[in-house]
T-cell receptor, first 115, second 110 residues
């Protein structure tokens, strides 16, 4: 069965360190998204990609970067982790097919703590 | 700007019916989605509306009024397992991006 996975599921790091969160999907979806979820804010879009070599900034992109070298993967990098980046991070993917719902499918999430 | 509002919390009794409202003001509209999210888990897709009216799917129904910027999710015959957060999301005119509301935490009591 097709799926979307994230790793690690839990991560504790220190302020100033570089951290990379992995996202891998086997749906063969063109669209991939990274969100963070914090109490009181819901899901906020960090970065997104509509295909290989395409990346775009979302609502809360400062301090984060992504790259898309193949269809399956969209790793999220925190260049220099800050305590304000402590959050739960969700990766999602979707089709872009005319006539379809094109709903987003979510990975299980990564809980990141920055000390 | 983009703004989506939902009630923060709701409580209902097992077997009852509950309606969760969502109002939105977005720069474009190309569909409204409802997701369910249990604590500590990923959101999962529940329903989709792009035209005005009611979409029914088993115990769950979703309604949309585009002119009013309003949707609701109706849950019938509530079960304990329906205790979760319910997220409203709007897709704008361009691209495939969603804007999510803050979510409504529903507690179903015996």
């Amino acid at each position: 069965d097709a799926e979307i996975t994230q790793s690690p599921r839990h991560k504790i790091t220190e302020t100033g360190r570089q951290v990379t969160l992995a996202c891998h999907q086997t749906w063969n979806h063109n669209n991939m998204f990274w969100y963070r979820q914090d109490l009181g804010h819901g899901l906020r879009l960090i970065h997104y990609s509509y295909g290989v070599q395409d990346t775009n900034k979302g609502e809360v992109s400062d301090g984060y970067s992504v790259s898309r070298s193949n269809t399956e993967d969209l790793p999220l990098t925190l260049e220099s982790a800050a305590s304000s980046q402590t959050s739960v991070y969700f990766c999602a993917s979707s089709e872009s097919t005319r006539g379809s719902y094109n709903e987003q499918f979510f990975g299980p999430g990564t809980r990141l703590t920055v000390l | 700007g983009q703004n989506i509002d939902q009630p923060t919390e709701m409580t209902a009794t097992e077997g009852a019916i509950v309606q969760i409202n969502c109002t939105y003001q977005t720069s474009g509209f190309n569909g409204l989605f409802w997701y369910q999210q249990h604590a500590g888990e990923a959101p999962t897709f529940l329903s989709y509306n792009v035209l005005d009216g009611l979409e029914e799917k088993g115990r769950f129904s979703s309604f949309l009024s585009r002119s009013k910027g309003y949707s609701y999710l109706l849950l019938k015959e509530l079960q304990m397992k329906d205790s979760a957060s319910y997220l409203c999301a709007v897709r704008g005119d361009y691209g495939q991006n969603f804007v999510f509301g803050p979510g409504t935490r529903l507690s179903v009591l015996p």
